[in-house]
């Protein structure tokens, strides 16, 4: 202290040793502590005898890892790749339909339930084409998601047709769902006419009034089309100008003929009635025309294989069955057909297809799912995939869903060589389906199906390992999802297509389901049963010991 002032003396240590150090550590602590202690002062004498002040300044407390300071606070990101990311941070998820729609299993990537409509996808212009191709080898459960998915959008009031029904496979379904079977083949009493008018819509593809002459123009053009497309199935090949004005003269003559049938009663026309009219046309032609004589004694004879021939009984009458647009699911079980030649499987499938379309474009009737199991077989020409593109194409108009089943992409290929006609098709069906579905695929396939639907390598290797009932999902051009198919226990029976191989090898019950969340609904259904017995059981154990101490 000093003697003249009285005032404390601070004095500075010059030095290097360690006590110099200190003793700087040690005032630079001492100055700090007598600032906070003169704030404090200062606040207590603001604040009065009253209320107390604020314990802190403006910038809060100065204490050491408080915050404090000129520095801004900076997150750092933590570098990972993508595989641990998505195993390590369970809220990150992918992509979601929302749940408009039907179950139809569980989404593994997100974890949470897989719900589809593809009218409500449409309507919100996730896909711009109402089409869905499902792949997968045998053995992947293909058309049991087909079918899953078809029943449980006929539970929402939606139709279903399944245009040929080669294996007999959803004749169960449509049976469980209260609909119509029309069994074709060999040796059976059901006919199918391919001319039938079909059920008139009462407006057209562009919205206006159908009238009687707008819609004998839409008949004719349908039965024309089909004519010349059996012709060049049975010829195996594609016809002359000549033919193909025999056949239209034909039909035109027999349309307006208005046949009528033994009972006198008016008819449609049926091929009959066609190949009656190419002998009139070859026997009154010889000399005046013998070019179109000759073209329609060539197709006369070519038509009488399926009113005498090993087709006879299929589609040369009047159809037996009246089909009911109205009805919630109707088949054609085309499986009596067994191994017969493939030209009379073609021509079967062209008719009982066209059949089918001519009923099904009825507007009125509802939205509709039409399936086409084993698509392949409708795809092996020009005129099949003539027929597919067309009827894609009116989809939008008729509110129809088509979902195409195929063992693997190059099914495509059968339609024909690479850069052909066939084959540009044959693609564009490929680009019109938005949604596509792809179970496991073997390594001979994988290759082709990266190329064409763009499939990642991570995606690639999921679609080699992925287990029965479990499928890669592409909808839209951005979307990707990876479904489990979710059976319930009332389901499994009707979707089991190794159901007649295990009758045949003595087991009574059906397939043990794949999926481990099969499983577990099978488990809880069989507990809900017992546990629904146990009550049962245990009521009447009541009821007769009341009855007892009566």
């Given at each position: 202290?000093?003697?003249?002032?009285g005032?404390?003396?601070?004095?500075?240590v010059?030095?290097?040793?360690?006590?110099t150090?200190?003793?700087?550590?040690?005032?630079r602590k001492?100055?700090r502590?007598?600032?906070?202690?003169?704030?404090?002062?200062?606040r207590?004498k603001?604040s009065?005898?009253?209320?107390?002040?604020?314990?802190?300044?403006?910038?809060?407390?100065?204490a050491?890892?408080?915050?404090?300071?000129?520095?801004?606070?900076?997150?750092?990101?933590?570098?990972?790749?993508?595989?641990?990311?998505?195993?390590?941070?369970?809220?990150?998820?992918?992509?979601?339909?929302?749940?408009?729609?039907?179950?139809?299993?569980?989404?593994?990537?997100?974890?949470?339930?897989?719900?589809?409509?593809p009218?409500?996808?449409?309507?919100?212009?996730?896909?711009?084409?109402?089409?869905?191709?499902?792949?997968?080898?045998?053995?992947?459960?293909?058309?049991?998601?087909a079918?899953?998915?078809a029943?449980?959008?006929?539970?929402?009031?939606?139709?279903?047709?399944?245009?040929?029904?080669?294996?007999?496979?959803?004749?169960?379904?449509i049976?469980?769902?209260?609909?119509?079977?029309?069994?074709?083949?060999?040796?059976?009493?059901?006919?199918v006419?391919?001319?039938?008018?079909?059920?008139?819509?009462?407006?057209t593809?562009?919205?206006?009034?159908?009238?009687?002459?707008?819609?004998?123009?839409?008949?004719r053009?349908?039965?024309?089309?089909?004519?010349n497309?059996?012709?060049?199935?049975?010829?195996?090949?594609?016809?002359?100008?000549?033919?193909?004005?025999?056949i239209?003269?034909?039909?035109?003559?027999?349309?307006?003929?208005?046949?009528?049938?033994?009972?006198?009663?008016?008819?449609?026309?049926?091929?009959?009635?066609?190949?009656?009219?190419?002998?009139?046309?070859?026997?009154?032609?010889?000399?005046?025309?013998?070019?179109?004589s000759?073209?329609?004694?060539?197709?006369?004879?070519?038509?009488?294989?399926l009113?005498?021939?090993?087709?006879?009984?299929?589609?040369d009458?009047?159809?037996?069955?009246?089909y009911?647009?109205?009805a919630?699911?109707?088949?054609?079980d085309?499986?009596?057909?067994?191994?017969?030649?493939?030209?009379?499987?073609?021509?079967?499938?062209a008719?009982?297809?066209?059949?089918?379309?001519?009923?099904?474009?009825?507007?009125?009737?509802?939205?509709?799912?039409v399936?086409?199991?084993?698509?392949?077989?409708?795809?092996?020409?020009?005129?099949?995939?003539?027929?597919?593109?067309?009827?894609?194409?009116?989809a939008?108009?008729?509110?129809?869903?088509?979902?195409?089943?195929?063992?693997?992409?190059?099914?495509?290929?059968?339609?024909?060589?690479?850069g052909?006609?066939?084959?540009?098709?044959?693609r564009?069906?490929?680009?019109?389906?938005?949604i596509?579905i792809?179970?496991?695929?073997?390594?001979?396939?994988?290759?082709?199906?990266?190329?064409?639907?763009?499939?990642s390598?991570?995606e690639?290797?999921?679609?080699?390992?992925?287990?029965?009932?479990?499928?890669?999902?592409?909808?839209?051009?951005?979307?990707?999802?990876?479904?489990?198919?979710?059976?319930?226990?009332?389901?499994?029976?009707?979707?089991?297509?190794?159901?007649?191989?295990?009758?045949?090898?003595?087991?009574?019950?059906p397939?043990?389901?794949?999926?481990?969340?099969?499983?577990?609904?099978?488990?809880?259904?069989?507990a809900?049963?017992?546990?629904?017995?146990?009550?049962?059981?245990?009521?009447?154990?009541?009821?007769?010991?009341?009855?007892?101490?009566?």
């Amino acid at each position: 202290m000093s003697m003249e002032t009285g005032r404390p003396v601070h004095r500075t240590v010059f030095g290097d040793g360690p006590a110099t150090g200190r003793a700087a550590r040690k005032e630079r602590k001492r100055l700090r502590e007598l600032s906070r202690l003169q704030a404090a002062t200062k606040r207590k004498k603001a604040s009065g005898p009253g209320l107390p002040g604020p314990a802190y300044g403006e910038g809060g407390s100065t204490a050491p890892a408080q915050g404090w300071g000129l520095r801004r606070l900076k997150v750092q990101g933590v570098p990972t790749t993508a595989h641990l990311a998505a195993t390590t941070m369970p809220w990150v998820a992918g992509p979601s339909l929302g749940s408009d729609g039907v179950l139809v299993g569980d989404d593994l990537n997100g974890g949470g339930a897989f719900c589809i409509d593809p009218w409500e996808l449409y309507e919100r212009k996730i896909i711009t084409a109402p089409a869905a191709m499902i792949f997968g080898t045998v053995g992947t459960r293909k058309s049991t998601l087909a079918k899953c998915w078809a029943m449980r959008l006929v539970l929402t009031g939606r139709k279903l047709s399944v245009t040929s029904d080669v294996k007999g496979e959803w004749t169960p379904v449509i049976e469980a769902l209260g609909g119509q079977v029309i069994k074709l083949g060999p040796g059976l009493n059901t006919r199918v006419n391919p001319l039938d008018e079909g059920v008139r819509p009462s407006l057209t593809e562009d919205g206006e009034v159908m009238t009687e002459e707008k819609w004998a123009e839409m008949v004719r053009s349908r039965r024309l089309t089909l004519m010349n497309r059996i012709v060049r199935i049975l010829e195996e090949r594609k016809l002359t100008h000549a033919e193909i004005d025999v056949i239209r003269q034909a039909l035109d003559d027999a349309v307006d003929a208005e046949p009528v049938s033994a009972q006198g009663i008016p008819r449609t026309v049926i091929i009959p009635d066609i190949i009656d009219k190419l002998w009139g046309i070859y026997h009154g032609e010889q000399t005046s025309n013998p070019t179109r004589s000759e073209a329609a004694n060539g197709m006369a004879m070519t038509l009488r294989r399926l009113t005498t021939g090993d087709m006879k009984g299929m589609v040369d009458g009047e159809s037996t069955h009246v089909y009911d647009p109205f009805a919630t699911a109707v088949s054609l079980d085309t499986s009596a057909l067994g191994e017969a030649d493939q030209v009379l499987r073609n021509v079967i499938s062209a008719c009982s297809t066209t059949w089918t379309e001519s009923m099904i474009g009825f507007a009125e009737a509802g939205q509709r799912v039409v399936v086409n199991e084993e698509a392949w077989t409708e795809i092996t020409s020009e005129d099949d995939l003539a027929a597919k593109v067309r009827f894609f194409k009116l989809a939008r108009t008729y509110g129809i869903f088509n979902i195409l089943i195929l063992h693997k992409l190059t099914d495509l290929d059968i339609a024909g060589d690479a850069g052909s006609k066939e084959a540009a098709m044959a693609r564009g069906l490929l680009a019109e389906a938005d949604i596509k579905i792809i179970h496991k695929q073997d390594a001979s396939a994988l290759t082709r199906t990266m190329s064409e639907l763009e499939i990642s390598e991570r995606e690639r290797t999921l679609l080699k390992d992925l287990e029965p009932g479990v499928a890669l999902w592409r909808i839209g051009s951005k979307m990707s999802f990876q479904v489990a198919t979710r059976r319930t226990a009332a389901e499994v029976p009707l979707t089991d297509t190794d159901q007649r191989m295990n009758f045949a090898a003595g087991t009574d019950e059906p397939e043990t389901p794949a999926t481990g969340v099969e499983t577990r609904q099978h488990d809880e259904d069989e507990a809900l049963v017992d546990a629904e017995m146990a009550a049962a059981g245990r009521g009447a154990e009541t009821a007769a010991g009341q009855e007892d101490a009566a």
